[in-house]
């Protein structure tokens, strides 16, 4: 696995100090006055720390100084994932209709002060620490460097990553951890590829739960097919952020307590699972899922409630038939696939209010009509930000949606039509897309023969897209009216 520099924690622990949620969680619990002067210690190390990265190699006393420094910065980061942990789950606990006394009791004065006095001691012995790590700094002419966190002083989601953070964690097999012999190092390990049958510590082979608990700070999460059941236990995993099932096809639920992850961002699940319960909206941090499911309509009141939820992927799901009708509700949803759902036969009218949407695939979905989404008599049409739409693959599909695309007229740049014979024409409001750079049109055979260049019915309609291919037709060159 490659090695994670003292300078990366660093950084990553700055810009959630200097994050806009981070000075909320601070005002909440009343800790502003420690975390400030957490981030102003910190600061001062990470002035030097390039420099006495790059030396370390050559000194054995910086080497040895970095490795002590970042033992106390790996605390650092899990002091403020248990601050950020227990804000959230008090939001989750809040929302819910009922609540039960005991539940109720949790939140009392007297747990909050209990709270706050464990995190003011945990906060007062990280400066204490990396006070005396200061102290220790080799005389070795470290050279500091200026260093602007203004970028990140107003991101709101700093403490809570977008998609792109976890797509280079896909598939990365070679980078995941491996499982460390030492009890007294599982704390430390941060990614896990649990496979069951390449494990060779026996607490592992025998009890998947028993030894996915020992991982306490794990952020990064990935079973095979060697887990087969998940314990109610790994609901006291709160720093996982990241939790792959794709490649697990015998887990068929989730246990009730993965709800309790307010902190998971990405969750991946596989060929297996059979039904995502409602109770996933009590995820309020995810940004992405990926989505396989036997379930024959997904429920409202569940997936529709992740307001956080920026990318969709419901992939290769046989025996679903419709979507949750409370779409609305996915405010930052920025990326929307369905793929391989061979029994989808309609899609929600609710998406027409996902106006934060870039990208929109649609394929391989043999019963589904796209008409399906659209209102008949709708008179006013809701401006959507779609960037690129893909629909392939869709033999029950007479015609395409004009709505989404009017609504688009200002932003669709790519629009990719593949595969769908039974669309037999474009509809007028192609000629307002203004701001669209790339038509492709495959294997739509009627479609094909009226988009040709000059001869096509539908020519005046896409004549002023600079590229275009149709079939075996292809246009490079900028063309206008």
């Given at each position: 696995?490659?090695?994670?520099?003292?300078?990366?924690?660093?950084?990553?622990?700055?810009?959630?100090?200097?994050?806009?949620?981070?000075?909320?969680?601070?005002?909440?619990?009343?800790?502003?006055?420690?975390?400030?002067?957490?981030?102003?210690?910190?600061?001062?190390?990470?002035?030097?720390?390039?420099?006495?990265?790059?030396?370390?190699?050559?000194?054995?006393?910086?080497?040895?100084?970095?490795?002590?420094?970042?033992?106390?910065?790996?605390?650092?980061?899990?002091?403020?994932?248990?601050?950020?942990?227990?804000?959230?789950?008090?939001?989750?606990?809040?929302?819910?209709?009922?609540?039960?006394?005991?539940?109720?009791?949790?939140?009392?004065?007297?747990?909050?002060?209990?709270?706050?006095?464990?995190?003011?001691?945990?906060?007062?012995?990280?400066?204490?620490?990396?006070?005396?790590?200061?102290?220790?700094?080799?005389?070795?002419?470290?050279?500091?460097?200026?260093?602007?966190?203004?970028?990140?002083?107003?991101?709101?989601?700093?403490?809570?990553?977008?998609?792109?953070?976890?797509?280079?964690?896909?598939?990365?097999?070679?980078?995941?951890?491996?499982?460390?012999?030492s009890p007294n190092k599982l704390h430390r390990v941060r990614s896990v590829l649990f496979d069951g049958s390449d494990i060779e510590e026996p607490r592992c082979?025998?009890?998947?739960?028993?030894?996915?608990?020992?991982?306490?700070?794990?952020?990064?999460?990935?079973?095979?097919?060697?887990?087969?059941?998940?314990?109610?236990?790994?609901?006291?995993?709160?720093?996982?952020?990241?939790?792959?099932?794709?490649?697990?096809?015998?887990?068929?639920?989730?246990?009730?307590?993965?709800?309790?992850?307010?902190?998971?961002?990405?969750?991946?699940?596989?060929?297996?699972?059979?039904?995502?319960?409602?109770?996933?909206?009590?995820?309020?941090?995810?940004?992405?899922?990926?989505?396989?499911?036997?379930?024959?309509?997904?429920?409202?009141?569940?997936?529709?409630?992740?307001?956080?939820?920026?990318?969709?992927?419901?992939?290769?799901?046989?025996?679903?038939?419709?979507?949750?009708?409370?779409?609305?509700?996915?405010?930052?949803?920025?990326?929307?696939?369905?793929?391989?759902?061979?029994?989808?036969?309609?899609?929600?009218?609710?998406?027409?209010?996902?106006?934060?949407?870039?990208?929109?695939?649609?394929?391989?979905?043999?019963?589904?009509?796209?008409?399906?989404?659209?209102?008949?008599?709708?008179?006013?049409?809701?401006?959507?930000?779609?960037?690129?739409?893909?629909?392939?693959?869709?033999?029950?599909?007479?015609?395409?949606?004009?709505?989404?695309?009017?609504?688009?007229?200002?932003?669709?740049?790519?629009?990719?039509?593949?595969?769908?014979?039974?669309?037999?024409?474009?509809?007028?409001?192609?000629?307002?897309?203004?701001?669209?750079?790339n038509l492709e049109i495959k294997s739509c055979p009627t479609l094909s023969q009226r988009c040709q260049r000059e001869t096509g019915e539908d020519w005046p309609?896409?004549?002023?897209?600079?590229?275009?291919?149709?079939?075996?037709?292809?246009?490079?060159?900028?063309?206008?009216?």
């Amino acid at each position: 696995m490659a090695e994670t520099f003292a300078t990366d924690i660093a950084k990553s622990l700055l810009r959630k100090l200097g994050s806009f949620a981070a000075r909320q969680f601070c005002l909440a619990w009343g800790l502003e006055g420690g975390l400030a002067r957490l981030e102003e210690i910190l600061s001062a190390i990470n002035a030097v720390l390039s420099d006495a990265e790059r030396k370390q190699s050559q000194n054995d006393s910086i080497r040895f100084w970095l490795q002590k420094l970042k033992e106390v910065l790996y605390d650092a980061e899990d002091v403020l994932d248990e601050l950020e942990c227990e804000t959230l789950r008090r939001q989750v606990v809040k929302t819910k209709e009922s609540i039960s006394r005991k539940v109720r009791s949790f939140f009392s004065s007297s747990n909050v002060i209990v709270f706050w006095l464990r995190m003011s001691h945990k906060i007062n012995d990280l400066i204490d620490r990396l006070v005396e790590i200061a102290s220790l700094q080799p005389d070795c002419n470290l050279n500091e460097q200026a260093i602007d966190y203004s970028h990140v002083l107003h991101e709101e989601t700093e403490m809570r990553p977008s998609f792109e953070s976890f797509s280079g964690l896909i598939g990365r097999d070679k980078d995941k951890e491996p499982l460390p012999m030492s009890p007294n190092k599982l704390h430390r390990v941060r990614s896990v590829l649990f496979d069951g049958s390449d494990i060779e510590e026996p607490r592992c082979k025998t009890d998947c739960g028993k030894c996915l608990i020992e991982f306490k700070r794990v952020r990064s999460l990935e079973l095979l097919d060697g887990c087969e059941l998940l314990p109610e236990r790994i609901g006291a995993l709160k720093h996982l952020r990241y939790f792959n099932l794709v490649r697990n096809s015998k887990l068929k639920r989730l246990p009730k307590s993965v709800f309790k992850l307010q902190n998971l961002q990405a969750l991946l699940l596989g060929y297996g699972f059979e039904e995502l319960p409602e109770d996933v909206r009590y995820m309020i941090s995810l940004r992405f899922l990926f989505l396989i499911t036997k379930q024959k309509r997904l429920p409202e009141g569940g997936i529709g409630c992740l307001k956080c939820l920026q990318v969709l992927f419901i992939s290769m799901c046989d025996d679903l038939e419709y979507l949750c009708e409370d779409m609305q509700g996915l405010k930052s949803l920025r990326k929307l696939g369905i793929v391989g759902c061979k029994s989808l036969i309609s899609l929600p009218r609710s998406m027409k209010y996902l106006t934060a949407l870039e990208f929109l695939g649609i394929v391989d979905c043999e019963k589904l009509d796209l008409a399906t989404m659209e209102e008949e008599h709708e008179k006013e049409i809701k401006p959507l930000r779609l960037q690129t739409v893909i629909f392939a693959e869709l033999p029950a599909t007479l015609a395409l949606p004009k709505q989404i695309l009017q609504g688009s007229a200002d932003t669709l740049q790519t629009f990719m039509i593949g595969d769908c014979p039974n669309i037999r024409e474009l509809p007028e409001c192609i000629s307002n897309l203004k701001q669209l750079q790339n038509l492709e049109i495959k294997s739509c055979p009627t479609l094909s023969q009226r988009c040709q260049r000059e001869t096509g019915e539908d020519w005046p309609k896409i004549a002023h897209i600079p590229k275009i291919d149709v079939d075996d037709y292809d246009n490079d060159e900028e063309t206008s009216n």
